[in-house]
């Protein structure tokens, strides 16, 4: 079934900022993430029904992602001010 309706929350701009951060530290994308909550809310799809270890684990590796993505960007940093 086609996507054909939007809904439009306000939100902040640091908290939409971070929202979509971490949604590309995860691989994945915000509609997607809001896609899946409505599922699970509407009971699709429960969150219940998850196994609790994998969404642990996929809850570490984004984590990691977010970690790494920082310290990449630190390295840049760095190299950029050496160059300078």
Same mark, same amino acid.
């Given at each position: 079934?086609?996507?054909?309706?939007?809904?439009?929350?306000?939100?902040?701009?640091?908290?939409?900022?971070?929202?979509?951060?971490?949604?590309?530290?995860?691989?994945?994308?915000?509609?997607?993430?809001?896609?899946?909550?409505?599922?699970?809310?509407?009971?699709?799809?429960?969150?219940?029904?998850?196994?609790? %270890?994998?969404?642990?684990?996929?809850?570490?590796?984004? %984590?990691?992602? =977010?970690?790494?993505? =920082?310290?990449?960007?630190?390295?840049?940093?760095?190299?950029?001010?050496?160059?300078?």
């Amino acid at each position: 079934m086609a996507a054909d309706k939007q809904i439009i929350i306000r939100i902040s701009e640091d908290k939409k900022e971070a929202f979509m951060n971490k949604a590309k530290a995860s691989n994945t994308s915000v509609s997607k993430l809001l896609m899946d909550f409505i599922d699970s809310y509407l009971a699709e799809k429960p969150v219940n029904e998850l196994d609790p %270890e994998l969404v642990k684990l996929k809850s570490e590796v984004a %984590e990691m992602k =977010q970690q790494f993505m =920082q310290w990449q960007q630190q390295q840049y940093e760095m190299l950029g001010e050496s160059a300078a």
